[in-house]
Every structure is written in structure tokens, then in C-alpha cells.
């Protein structure tokens, strides 16, 4: 059985501040993106992970592997999986790629052990595997609230086009997470992020874009900032770092010009991906 596990971008992030659990109160417009690793799992003796990326763990540190765990801990059975992973969102990028996973995961092993969960079910499961887990399960855009496990769905009625570009060096959201502690960063209108897109909102979508985040991580990495200014000289409407990086997009209602920049930063070395929000 294979699975598409489909990356995400933050339209609007707004960290609100530090919970006394040590976890950060977030609003945030997250959508899922047409850009997806491949995931395939079969019955086995054993759970094994395969992957085409050698950098990747593929013990109980992968979120794969971790998702087996949990719901074979929930749901009390000892069946195991041979997984294979075709992995093409690249790691430290603010995408969600591990939580991607992981959410594929827990909704082959629904069908598969015919158990029938629904996806608020299974939203509520991948709370224990990570933060981004319950949205990438259902990969629907919505507002996102709490640590990432409040979720409320909404339907986009606004296109255009989004280009994706990560330098090389990729960010610690841990890191990026302590220094907002020490102060800054601003503080995003996510309320109207998503009244602009149910509208069809562009100019709405463009002008409310904004990432609590972003200022942590231009310290950490240059060429974060540098990559914001390259795509706002060639005339993207609206620019922003997804999460906390180190993937910054670039927004536009002309195909043409993702084409035409993608070119260009890839001769820079950097990793561009021409996307759009799922539908």
C-alpha cells in the first residue's frame, strides 16, 4: 500500500507565548502543498524502514517508526511493517516532512488493521507521535491553535502559485523557539489571513502574511534573509519563511514567473520547488 505524504507551509504563524508546561501557545494558518514524499508499507515480521536518503534515521528515532509504536500500543496488536520511503521534502525546512510521514503512516495502518478511525480519531493519535502530526493527517488548510493539536478546517477559495527555496543550512526549532523567549518578533493578524482566503482574498492573503518565527531564524541562517530579498526583487507579491525554516516561498498569480526564478536559485544551489495549495 502506498500513501502520499504531503509537505505543508505556514501562511501565518504567531507564537503567543510560553505555556507554563514549557510548550509555546500558537495561532497559525497552515495548508498542505502539492509536494509530497511516498510512503509504501506492507505486513512483515518485523517494522523495517527503507529510505533513499542516508542522512535519514531508520530506527525508533523516524517518525515512521515511531507511529508504529504508538498505535500498536493504542490499539494492543503486535503486527509489524515493512516500510519504504521515496523521501523528497527535505528535512529542517519548516515543511513538516517528518510529520508527513508519520501521518501517512497512521492512516495506511487505518485500513490496513480495518480499524476504522476517523480522521479527528486519528488527529488525536498522532498528537503523541509530534506537534504537526494532527494536521497532516488530515491535510485540509485550517487555523491551528493550542501546541498544533486545536484544529479548525476552512476552505481556500483563492489560487495562486508558490515557490518553495531552502538554502543549504536547515534551522533547530528549538533554537528558534528560545531565542523568541529572549524577546521579538511580530506578532501576525492570523484571523484575517484566514478570512482572506475563504474570500478569495489576494491582496487580503498577500498584506497578512507574517511568521513570529522568521526573525529568530534570519540570525541563524543568512541566507534565509538573503533568499526573501532575491525572491521580492523578481516581483513576488508576498515572501515569507515557512515554520521556522529554513524554507522561505514566495507567493504569485503568474505561473511564469516561478519558471523563470526557479533557474535561477537553482544555479545558487538551493532547492526550489514549484507548488500550490492541495485541494
Do not use: W
Not at 14 to 23: C, Q
Not at 39 to 65: D, G
Not at 135 to 150: H, K, L, T
Amino acid at each position: 500500500m502506498k500513501e502520499r505524504a504531503y509537505a505543508k507551509i505556514n501562511l501565518c504563524l504567531d507564537v503567543k507565548g510560553r505555556r507554563d508546561d514549557g510548550y509555546h501557545e500558537l495561532e497559525m494558518i497552515m495548508v498542505p502543498i502539492t509536494f509530497y514524499d511516498v510512503l509504501e508499507m506492507v505486513p512483515a515480521e518485523e517494522s523495517v524502514l527503507q529510505v533513499n536518503r542516508s542522512y535519514l534515521p531508520v530506527n525508533e528515532k523516524n517518525t515512521i517508526i515511531k507511529a508504529i509504536r504508538v498505535m500498536q500500543e493504542e490499539f494492543g496488536f503486535d503486527q509489524n511493517f515493512a516500510c519504504r520511503l521515496q523521501k523528497h521534502i527535505p528535512t529542517r525546512a519548516g515543511l513538516a516532512g517528518g510529520s508527513a510521514d508519520a501521518a501517512a503512516a497512521i492512516r495506511m495502518m487505518n485500513r490496513m488493521m480495518g480499524l476504522q478511525l476517523t480522521i479527528p480519531e486519528m488527529a488525536e493519535i498522532g498528537k503523541k507521535v509530534g506537534a504537526d502530526v494532527p494536521f497532516c493527517v488530515m491535510n485540509r488548510p485550517a487555523m491551528v491553535a493550542g501546541i498544533g493539536e486545536i484544529l479548525t478546517p476552512f476552505s481556500v477559495n483563492v489560487d495562486f502559485d508558490i515557490l518553495l527555496v531552502k538554502p543549504r543550512r536547515g534551522v533547530s526549532t528549538k533554537t528558534a523557539f528560545e531565542m523568541i523567549d529572549s524577546g521579538g518578533g511580530e506578532h501576525p493578524d492570523c484571523i484575517k489571513m484566514r478570512d482572506s482566503l475563504i474570500t478569495g482574498d489576494y491582496e487580503g492573503v498577500v498584506s497578512s502574511l507574517g511568521n513570529t518565527l522568521e526573525a529568530a531564524s534570519l540570525q541563524l541562517v543568512s541566507d534565509i534573509r538573503l533568499i526573501k530579498e532575491l525572491l521580492t526583487q523578481k516581483g513576488f507579491d508576498g515572501v515569507l519563511m515557512s515554520g521556522s525554516g529554513s524554507t522561505v516561498f514566495g507567493i504569485t498569480r503568474n505561473p511564469a514567473l516561478c519558471d523563470q526564478v526557479m533557474e535561477e536559485m537553482k544555479s545558487r544551489k538551493y532547492f526550489v520547488r514549484k507548488t500550490k495549495i492541495l485541494r
